[in-house]
């Protein structure tokens, strides 16, 4: 079973599919996580991160690992968990995210992964793309103050540059041609701003029930 999270950055998708698929006893999956590496591996081959056919090798060529039950990323092996959350990797990972050869490389890998296990996976196009027919789907977001807000603390950043940040990086995740984030169709809708993340547990929780129930399944 796939329960396929999307959204934008800072609407609560990896607090909320985390946690999430620790009450269901499901692999928890973040996708950004797999752009990021790609990312940090190119910027650390000096690879340009606009050039389409050396990305879409690399993205071909990258190992990652999820260790189980953990929020542990190996890149080739390597624990790559803190290098990939530094701010030049967030930029460049929205620009390697924006390839299709990178995401043709993502995608396969994505489905293999959820072929195998029941998984809660967060991204932006995971109820779009990767997975389709996922039972349950769901759109996180929120108000673009207040996801700010929630990743400068994350970060230590300051709230009006990472407001701009953030802003640059949904534009060019929303504009771009190759699956750009937006919500599924038979997707649930959750805005997240004045929830707890305890809140939006239960609110996901129902939507699992609700959708798993007899004749309900959307499939
Ligand atoms: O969720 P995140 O901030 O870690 O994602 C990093 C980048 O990867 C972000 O710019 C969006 C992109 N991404 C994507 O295009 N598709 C996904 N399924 C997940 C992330």
Redesign the pocket.
């Known amino acids: 079973m796939v329960i396929a999270i999307d959204g934008p ?1 800072g609407a609560g ?1 990896s607090t909320i599919a985390r946690s999430l698929a620790r009450r269901l006893g499901f692999t928890y999956i ?4 797999m ?2 590496a790609v990312a940090l591996w190119a910027l650390r081959a000096d690879i340009d991160v606009e050039d389409p056919l050396r990305l879409e090798q690399l993205a071909r060529q990258a190992e990652i690992e999820f260790a189980a039950g953990e929020s542990t990323v190996r890149l080739n092996g390597e624990d790559v968990t803190a290098a990939i959350r530094e701010p030049r990797v ?1 930029q460049a ?2 620009k390697v ?1 924006a390839m299709p050869g990178v995401r043709r490389a993502m995608r396969v890998e994505q489905r293999r992964i959820g072929a195998e296990q029941s998984v809660v996976m967060e ?4 109820g779009t793309v ?1 997975f389709p027919d996922a039972r349950v789907k769901i759109f996180l977001d929120a108000d673009p103050q207040v996801r700010a807000g929630r990743r400068a603390a994350e970060t230590g950043g300051v709230v009006d540059e990472v407001a701009r940040e953030l802003a640059e ?1 949904d534009t ?2 929303r504009t771009r041609a190759e ?1 750009p ?1 937006t919500q599924a169709s038979d997707a649930e809708y959750i805005d997240t701003t004045g929830l707890t993340p305890e809140q939006v547990e239960e609110a996901i929780l129902k939507i699992v029930r609700e959708r798993t129930s007899n004749g309900k399944g959307t499939h």
């Open positions: 950055a998708k973040d996708t950004g996580a752009y990021r967030t990972a929205s995210a991204g932006r196009d995971i990767v990086r060019r995740d699956a984030l």
